[in-house]
């Protein structure tokens, strides 16, 4: 296992189409039943069929467009109209492929500098979500979602955190809220549609329930729920949402017989670990 030593600090860093969501749901139809053994153990598994082709990206666009939409209800409590929510999606998207894009230089050519631009444009939109949540909070009035936890959030000497901490939060559960969502879904669809007998398992399991319960899913379903449970474990050991994770040395430490000094950027392979470890 790898553990963070106390020295290390976090570093900061079109309609929803209703065509896409019916092919995800009759993702787990193109399966055969062919049995197999287990499921295997490499990553990035490739699809077998042509219709999988079209019916990835529409999992993932459906998933996506969903899990924003969502995430905004949850976080900043509120239901945006569409054009706003694929605004939001294209400057993630922009933001998210540039994040990590050599070189590192703030240009306009640069998916680099794109990013930048991207992420601004996302703190200066979740600026004016604060700004209008301190008005409502001002003048008595509750304010729904996160949002609300995050601008009435005081600490025990009354502080309240800054317009940098508040935008620095929502970015980052807005990101984490949707994307990885979206992502595991998608891996979890290409995954099931190699491993027909997992399918077939899922289908068992899911009769078994709803007979128990009925359709409709509370807590006390989901725990039973064990195998469908095991294949989302499973896909994100396969298929990592996130790869890596950055982090700086606060000081200068030792670890494994290497000293670090402080400042140094840090980077934990998460993928390399849950696959390896």
Not at 190 to 202: I, S, Y
Not at 236 to 255: H, I, P, W
Request: hydrophobic share 40%; charged share 15%.
């Amino acid at each position: 296992m790898c553990h963070r030593p106390s020295a290390v600090k976090r570093t900061h860093t079109s309609s929803f189409c209703s065509a896409a969501v019916s092919k995800c749901q009759q993702a787990v139809h193109l399966t055969s039943s062919t049995p197999c053994c287990h499921m295997h153990t490499t990553p990035a598994l490739p699809v077998n069929s042509p219709n999988s082709v079209t019916l990835l990206p529409l999992c993932f666009i459906a998933c996506w467009g969903r899990g924003l939409r969502a995430c905004c209800q949850v976080v900043l409590g509120r239901d945006y109209p569409e054009p706003v929510i694929s605004r939001l999606s294209g400057l993630y998207t922009t933001w998210a492929a540039g994040l990590l894009a050599w070189p590192f230089i703030d240009l306009p050519f640069t998916a680099y500098g794109n990013a930048v631009r991207a992420k601004q444009q996302l703190l200066d939109w979740f600026q004016a979500a604060v700004d209008e949540a301190r008005q409502q909070l001002a003048a008595g009035q509750s304010v729904p979602g996160i949002l609300g936890s995050l601008v009435s959030a005081v600490d025990e000497h009354g502080n309240r955190l800054t317009d940098e901490q508040l935008g620095d939060n929502l970015l980052l559960i807005m990101l984490a809220g949707h994307d990885t969502s979206s992502t595991t879904l998608t891996n979890v669809m290409a995954n099931l549609h190699n491993h027909p007998h997992v399918v077939e398992r899922l289908r068992e399991e899911q009769c078994r329930v709803t007979a128990r319960h009925g359709q409709r899913i509370t807590g006390a379903i989901l725990k039973e729920m064990t195998y469908a449970d095991a294949v989302i474990r499973e896909t994100l050991r396969l298929n990592n949402v996130v790869a890596g994770l950055m982090r700086q040395a606060a000081k200068d430490f030792e670890m494994g017989g290497y000293r670090v000094p402080e400042g140094t950027v840090l980077y934990l392979p998460l993928t390399h670990i849950a696959h390896n470890d």
